[in-house]
Structure formats: C-alpha cells, structure tokens
C-alpha cells in the first residue's frame, strides 16, 4: 500500500505569487487534512477536507484555500504570497473523518516565500 | 486556540541511558498523541492514548495520559542513535484536528 505523497518537494515562490501543492491520500483514506508547520515549531492545522468539502478550518486567511478529488487526493492554494508563508506544508490523510490517530502524514513542501 | 507547551526543548544523552519529556495545556483535551519527526520528513505516530490516567508502552516507549487532560509525559528506555529527531505532543478535543507542542530535539551521543 502506498503512503502519503506530496509534490513539489520543494518550491520557491516571489512575495504576492499564487501557489498550488498537491497532495495524494493513502490508498484506502478519504479525508485529507493540511498542515504549515514553520521552521521550529509544530504542525498548525489549516484545514480538513472530506467527500470533497471543507470540513473543519484552523485559523488562516481566506487566501488558503483548497480541494479533494473525488479519488481523494487534494490541493492546498495559497494566493498573494507573504514571506510568513515560508514554512513546511504538510499532508495527511486517514481512514475517517475523525479518526486523526489514523493520521498518515506525507514527508511534505518546503515553500520559501522570498 | 490551545497553547501546548513541551518540555525540555532539546536534550542531549548518551547512548542508553533513560529519556523523558512532557507536554502540558491550559486545555482539556480527550485524546494524547505523541509523534516523532526526523529531519525532511513529516511526524510519525508513536503512540496515542484516549483515556485519563491511561499509560501505555509500545517497545521502549511509554506514556501517560495525565488525570487532569491537561498533560502527558513521554519515556523512551535504554535509548539508542535512531531514537534521534524531535518529538511532538498533541492533543485532540472532539473536533477533528490536532493541536502540537512546540516539540523536544532529542540527540543521543554514541
């Protein structure tokens, strides 16, 4: 069974950019959920998307957005690009919508924001 | 929003010896997961405990779920250089996303 994949691995953006990172579940999970982590610190919730819908939202802008596909995978956009968005994004998919103890997170995007 | 705060922020130990770290909140919380994150990868889950006064060990690591929910603690015995990386608390409330401490860089001198 494959895990979480996310692509680009790493990514360079200009300051007011627009950006997309992908994310593909782990075969068998429908609910994908996303992640900044900035450098030193944890993971911060941005939010959880399933069967397609937003599902729960942490406290960012309306400028993160995203979507699932209905196989499941998804993307995360961020418009008009701030040098705070420098960070670590992180996918994670699991089984159900609120099992996050079946959380299987990719290895993530590094987005540098200059 | 919660504030989850851990402790020590990075240790340094010989090859062996005992670890141990915990993760205290100003919030209640109904499920205590702890991860570990080596460098360009995400968190790997450890172990996760749902109950208050739960403890539970998985090989050499073992944690608590603390009475009040509001805490957790983390051991890892006899440790050894792959135990290297920095490790996450987090809670869960009954909503669906996690909340996680600002992590404890552990290295181990061989």
Redesign the interface.
Same mark, same amino acid.
């Given at each position: 069974e494959t895990g979480v994949t996310q692509s680009p691995t790493h990514l360079i953006k200009t300051r007011g950019q627009q950006v997309t990172l992908r994310c593909s579940s782990q075969s068998g999970h429908n609910t994908v959920s996303w992640y900044q982590q900035a450098l030193g610190q944890g993971p911060q919730f941005i939010f959880q998307y399933y069967r397609e819908e937003e599902n729960g939202r942490g406290n960012f802008p309306p400028r993160f957005s995203g979507l699932q596909f209905p196989n499941y995978s998804s993307e995360l956009n961020v418009n008009a690009l701030e040098l705070d968005d420098s960070a670590l994004y992180l996918c994670a998919s699991s089984p159900y919508q609120r099992q996050t103890y079946g959380y299987t997170f990719g290895s993530g995007t590094r987005l540098t924001v200059v | #929003?919660q504030q *989850?705060n851990q402790s020590p922020q990075s240790m340094f130990i010989q090859e062996g010896e005992d670890v141990s770290m915990n993760c205290t909140s100003s919030s209640i919380f109904n499920?205590w *997961?702890w991860y570990k994150q080596d460098p #360009?990868? #995400?968190?790997? *889950?450890l172990i996760?405990l749902y109950k208050a006064g739960e403890l539970t060990s998985n090989g050499r690591l073992t944690a608590q779920f603390g009475i009040t929910r509001k805490d957790s603690f983390l051991n890892i015995s006899a440790s050894i250089p792959s135990d290297v990386g920095i490790y %996450?608390c987090?809670g869960?409330t009954g909503? !669906? !996303? *996690? %909340? %996680?401490?600002? #992590?404890t860089r552990l290295t181990v001198i061989p």
């Open positions: - | #929003g *989850l499920t *997961l #360009g990868e #995400g968190p790997v *889950l996760a %996450f987090a869960q909503a !669906n !996303n *996690l %909340f %996680f401490g600002t #992590g």
